[in-house]
């Protein structure tokens, strides 16, 4: 039973270090890339970046719990490194050895697949490591999330064609939105809000890259009903730890964001998965928290 316990422990440490919770915005964001290149998505290629781009994400994030342990140690004690439930090398070897399977999985998918993989690897490393004392950190965090995209659609047709480049752009400011106000969580206050404005930039785009007016509407509605929700708490802050929860938010409305752009293609079923995704998040975060 004491064994039973303690692996329990660790593999919920594990969860905890990755934050897993996220993963499906990851898998929509590839999803997202994908179709707005202009490719199937049912088939292996997709499913290894998927793999691909889930084994940068948690690696970056056990790195991110790597770097800032220090911090950890005084802010938020309880995260797994500062509470030993796992050793600090143990981390940054398991997020090591995760950011080099991300690119052994996008070596066979060309060139530009690998190169968009290992500029990801560099990006993460980047923003893990000097994040903190940097005020471009989340421009940065913002990049990786647009690296996905890049990467997704370099493996899916060689390249990376416009409408992806700007749909990453405006996933990269809704992304450097969220990572301003997670920046703040641990004081559970935001500083200045007009950087909270970036949030607006997928919207923006949506509507103007929709070849299907209607439905790219409706899911534009949706992003901006539950970012201006996400928000408003932000700003009110109503009780303790309503910053941690409008991150939480704003980081399942990644999923919402790739939602707008595929209904904008006449991709309907794309975009309820996407939409799902969210959804998946939010109901993962109950028991994974998301920051």
């Known amino acids: ?5 303690v692996n329990a422990r660790s593999l919920t440490a594990l969860a905890r270090l990755g934050r897993v919770s996220n993963l499906p915005t990851v898998w929509t964001n590839v999803l997202a890339a ?3 290149a202009g490719s199937e998505w049912q ?6 970046v998927l ?3 889930s084994l940068f ?3 970056g994030m056990y790195l991110n719990d790597y770097f800032d342990r220090a911090i950890d140690a005084r802010e938020r004690p309880t995260r797994p490194i500062p509470a030993g439930d796992v050793l600090a090398g143990t ?5 090591g050895a995760l950011l080099a399977g991300g690119i052994a999985l996008m070596a066979p998918l060309g060139g530009a697949a690998l190169t968009a993989g290992l500029v990801l690897a560099l990006a993460i490393v980047g923003y893990d490591v000097w994040h903190k004392g940097s005020p471009a950190g989340p421009v940065v965090m913002g990049l990786c999330r647009a690296l996905v995209y890049a990467g997704a659609a370099a493996a899916a047709v060689g390249g990376t064609p416009w409408v992806v480049v700007v749909a990453a752009l405006a996933m990269l400011a809704y992304v450097a939105g969220i990572t301003y106000a997670a920046q703040q969580e641990s004081y559970d206050r935001v500083g200045n809000l007009w950087p909270l404005a970036a949030l607006a930039a997928p919207a923006v785009v949506a509507l103007a890259i929709a070849e299907h007016g209607a439905l790219a509407i409706a899911a534009v509605a949706l992003l901006a009903a539950w970012t201006a929700a996400a928000v408003h708490l932000l700003i009110r802050r109503p009780r303790a730890g309503a910053v941690s929860r409008a991150v939480s938010w704003l980081i399942a409305g990644i999923s919402l964001v790739d939602a707008a752009f595929l209904a904008g293609t006449g991709a309907v ?14 109901l993962a975060q109950r028991y994974v928290a998301g920051t």
Request: glycine fraction near 12%; avoid cysteine; hydrophobic fraction near 65%.
């Open 269 to 282: 079923t794309a975009a309820g998965l996407a939409v799902l995704g969210g959804a998946a998040t939010l």
């Open 34 to 36: 994908t179709v707005l």
């Open 1 to 5: 039973m004491a064994v039973a316990a």
């Open 51 to 53: 793999l691909a781009m």
């Open 57 to 59: 994400y948690v690696g």
């Open 91 to 95: 981390v940054a070897a398991i997020g």
């Open 43 to 48: 088939n292996l290629r997709t499913a290894t």
